[in-house]
């Protein structure tokens, strides 16, 4: 009989023989790296029934998201700059979809810079509360069931979405289906080979499973979209400065408690959905106080560039844009 709490092959490339990570090793929530393309991964995981619970609006976007205004501030520097820092390589807005829109932040940036937009989102209420705010079509559901009809995309967007998917090789597939020959892909992750993430290990600000189930390094990003005919044209790892370096250091700790409750993603808990709900709303409250410290900390940074322009980025996050091999 075969071992359900072993994977037998990489959620991603299908390799076999994934090992124990080195990088992540929790007892709580098994992590495994693919020995062919180095893409970590939690093991067993849950289906789409159990994250729907995590997904609901009440549970997660309004705890994280409870702030639109708050949100447009702390993010004019963040969404906006991923759109301009591609432009060079993109001829013309086109027809551009957010996988993963939430409450559709990126969506009223894309919008602004004349993209005709389309949004994909689990929850119905999020959905909804992101085609309010960027006046563009947001279908509610899995990311396969809601592209029938969709037509074809000049840019797909994952940004920190990727991250999350339960099928992730079989959901992407389907969404480049939906990408125009010569189109492109962006992608934006947390950087599990970034500094913040190699000293903090399970205590990573955002090592926070089963929201996260997959965690990349830029090359196993890279080496995962080429087995799809995707190629990489531009990537950065900049991140906003020291301050949020040290900020992910000092809440590390507090989200690791937080990831030591039980969750319905493992078998033996026995959790409730209450139990998942004020897990979630205490996950959003450490996500507003990060967002608030993000915003000093970019105002502080951009203060000390302009004395010290030699001052180094951080690499929390990993950006790249692809293209299709298809031209």
């Known amino acids: 009989m075969a071992d359900t709490n072993r994977p037998l092959k990489c959620i991603w490339c299908h390799g076999l023989g994934p090992v124990r990570s080195s990088r992540f090793r929790s007892r709580s929530w098994p992590t495994w790296t693919c020995v062919n393309c180095d893409v970590d991964f939690i093991w067993p995981i849950p289906d789409n ?20 205004d708050d949100i447009s501030r702390n993010k004019h520097l963040t969404v906006p700059c991923v759109l301009d820092q591609v432009r060079p390589f993109i001829k ?3 027809r551009l979809l957010d996988v993963g829109c939430s409450v559709g932040n ?17 929850d119905e209420r999020t959905a909804e509360i992101a085609r309010e705010r960027a006046h563009c079509e947001v ?30 090789r079989e959901d992407i597939e389907a969404v480049l289906r939906h990408l125009a020959p010569g189109g492109y892909l962006l992608v934006q992750v947390p950087n599990a ?23 990349f390094s830029k090359g196993s990003l890279v080496q995962v979209m080429r087995t799809l005919s995707i190629e990489p044209v531009w990537d950065a790892t900049d991140g906003p400065g020291c301050i949020p370096f040290l900020e992910d250091l000092l809440l590390s700790p507090a989200n690791y408690a937080l990831r030591m409750r039980k969750h319905p993603a493992v ?31 970019m105002t502080v940074d951009s203060t000390v560039r302009k004395i010290r322009p030699e001052a180094k980025h951080t690499d929390r996050e990993l950006t790249i844009l692809f293209r299709s091999r298809s031209q």
């Open 49 to 68: 029934g159990e994250l729907k619970r995590y997904y609901d609006y009440d549970s997660y976007a309004s705890a994280i998201y409870s702030v639109p």
């Open 92 to 94: 013309a807005p086109g």
């Open 106 to 122: 990126l969506l009223l940036s894309a919008t602004q810079r004349g993209w005709t937009c389309t949004g994909v989102e689990l």
């Open 139 to 168: 279908r509610a559901g899995t990311t396969t069931a809601n592209l029938d009809g969709a037509g074809t995309f000049d840019m797909i967007v994952f940004i920190h979405s990727l991250e999350h998917f339960p099928n992730p």
């Open 193 to 215: 080979a970034s500094r913040i993430a190699s000293i903090s290990g399970v205590m990573w600000n955002w090592y926070i499973p089963p929201l996260h189930i997959s965690y």
């Open 267 to 297: 078998a033996s808990a026995g959790c409730d959905g209450d139990e998942v709900h004020n897990s979630a709303q205490i996950l959003g409250k450490l996500a507003n106080v990060r967002r608030r410290i993000d915003g000093l900390a």
